[in-house]
């Protein structure tokens, strides 16, 4: 399991506290050094069944920046990936990778289906 994450993040924070908490196994990279490339963002966004809009980190100052807001409904899949690629900071984190499942984000009822995965092996 890998969780992209930004040292500095509230919600990256809680959602590392919580994986420790429950004892489950991961490898965290930094998300502004070591992020996903496009490739691998359309498999992870198409694994996740979220809209486009839920991948984007939103409520950051990059995004702010470049004006995405309205943007983001029109663009064409490929394009947002490659968007994303270019810089960690746009994409929505703590971003959660695992064999079972992919979170954009931290919602502890999320986290819960990690430990329903387990006691299924």
């Known amino acids: 399991m890998i969780i992209y ?8 924070k809680k ?35 979220l809209p486009l809009t839920k991948v984007f980190n939103t409520s950051g100052e990059l995004y702010r920046k ?3 807001k309205d943007v983001i409904k029109t663009m064409e ?5 490659e968007l994303l690629a270019s810089d960690g900071m746009l994409i929505k ?13 931290f919602k502890e009822e999320q986290y819960e289906q990690l430990l329903k995965g387990e006691s299924n092996d």
Request: proline share 6%; charged share 25%; aromatic share 8%.
């Open 15 to 49: 959602a590392l506290k919580w994986l420790e908490l429950h004892n489950i196994p991961f490898e965290v990279k930094d998300i502004r050094e070591d992020h996903p490339t496009s490739e691998e963002l359309q498999v992870l966004f198409e694994r996740s069944a």
């Open 5 to 12: 994450s930004h040292p500095k993040c509230t919600t990256c």
């Open 93 to 105: 984190r703590p971003l959660l990778v695992s064999d079972e499942a992919v979170f954009f984000g």
């Open 77 to 81: 899949t490929s394009k947002a990936m």
């Open 66 to 68: 470049l004006g995405l």
